[in-house]
């Protein structure tokens, strides 16, 4: 997506209109692809179906000699030598039962969101368990297209936002026999789900046809062709509002891709965006909260998390401003001009506090022009500080605890020596917002893994 201020303008006015929708009385339908199942500890986003089919193609004594399958070939392949479904489902429900717990900040960010119907197309517990800890009682239900799985559904009542539900479309690791893994389940899929031979269930039915309800697609693999006739069956055409979908390389890679973006016209209408992963929740849940009522400031408290501001010099006025709304919003800051004791060497001062955890719990670097264009600063050591005690910091659930925290003051631009890392603009709505909740969440990783070394000790 663009850089220019032009672009980042409309993200921001499209973040605010998919925002209503999401807070609107007929709501808007979450709809999670196999795309963004992934590991939260895995740099590489690779899809767990994809790993998956790995697994499958690499227990096999004649392995395919041949680039990695999808899930569907891996599974005829498995089917092939087996001949034993329950087999395939074993492996299957094994290895999502192993990833029964997980999930990523991204499923933290969208869970926070109120979304009421959240329709997974991949059968992995990420999106429940994000639910979960965001402090909501999802529900769970799931289609199957087997004879014997018929009439057993548990009892589900219509979701909320306090108690949403995910409904698996392909099935749950949980039943084996629901799950949709090789080309032949795919088609008596299809043609039991257009029978309604069973019918999607009337609450998610109920929510689907609301003609005002909004749909936000994620990693859902529109090039997929099989999915134009899903959709048609869900009753997704039509809605007053157009659908957004977010996709990442693959889809817009893809030879079929013009094709599938061609055919969502007119009252077929999605509108497709580049997959941002991380970046897109965080600024979704960001913009929300932006449009929630204001409540009044708050003092930060006394176990607050203290952050200290790096800046450029010139850019004092920019970082006192900085430091009023951070602190309106609880985390307490030491910034030179307010902490800083006269006579002190503030050089070797700011320096020994970085390097001391009993200080400071994160360093924020405000980068702006006036610091991208400077010839030199002492802020330049701040950061050698900053990134020596960030490569020092533990994990928690396979993710890295937070210290070197940058931001961007408009657009600035990025120092070569942060390059790696994301830095979110704090000057448009919500920016803060953004800034606090990345802190607060990483605070709270560090208060469990604390909790749980007492435990164990």
Known sequence: MGNSGVDKEKERRELRILVEQIK?????????????????????????????????????KTAAKEPPPSLRRAADLHYKENRSRAALEIDVRDFYARETNSTTNFHRHLAQLPFRLCIS????????????????????DYYSFQAQRRGKRAGVVAPTVESPLVYYLFGHHDDGASLVLTEADLIEYLVQIIKGDPPIPDEVRSILRDPY??????????????????????????????????????????????????????????????????????????AYESSLPRPPPQSPGRNAPVAFVSYASEDLETVDKLREAIESKGIKVWQDKQNLRAGDKWNDVLHSLIKNEN????????????????????????????????????????????????????????????????????????????????IMEDWERRAKLMLRGRRAA
């Open 359 to 438: 200080e400071v719990d994160y360093v924020i670097v405000v980068q702006t022009t006036s610091m991208v264009n400077s010839v030199s600063g002492v802020f330049h050591r701040e950061i050698k500080a900053a990134r020596e005690r960030q490569d020092d910091m533990g994990e928690f659930e396979g993710q890295r605890l937070r210290f070197l925290i940058p931001i961007r003051v408009g657009d600035s631009g990025l120092l070569s020596d942060l390059s790696e890392f994301h830095a979110p603009d704090v000057s448009g709505s919500g920016g803060v917002d953004l800034l606090v909740i990345s």
């Open 213 to 286: 309800a909004s749909f936000l697609f994620i990693g859902f693999g529109f090039q997929n062709w099989y999915l134009r006739v899903l959709l048609k069956v869900l009753d997704v055409y039509g809605h007053r509002n157009a659908a957004i979908a977010f996709e990442d390389r693959q889809f817009f890679e893809h030879p079929d891709k013009e094709q599938a973006t061609a055919f969502f016209s007119e009252d077929r209408t999605i509108e497709f965006r580049d997959l941002r992963w991380e970046p897109f929740a965080l600024e979704l849940l960001g």
């Open 24 to 60: 609107s009385d007929s709501g808007c339908v979450l709809v999670l692809g196999p795309r963004i199942a992934v590991r939260a500890e895995d740099p590489a986003r690779r899809p767990l179906d994809e790993i998956l089919a790995g697994e499958l193609v690499s227990s096999l």
């Open 121 to 140: 197309a991949s059968p992995d517990s990420l999106m429940l368990t994000a639910f979960e800890a965001a402090g909501k009682r999802p529900q769970r």
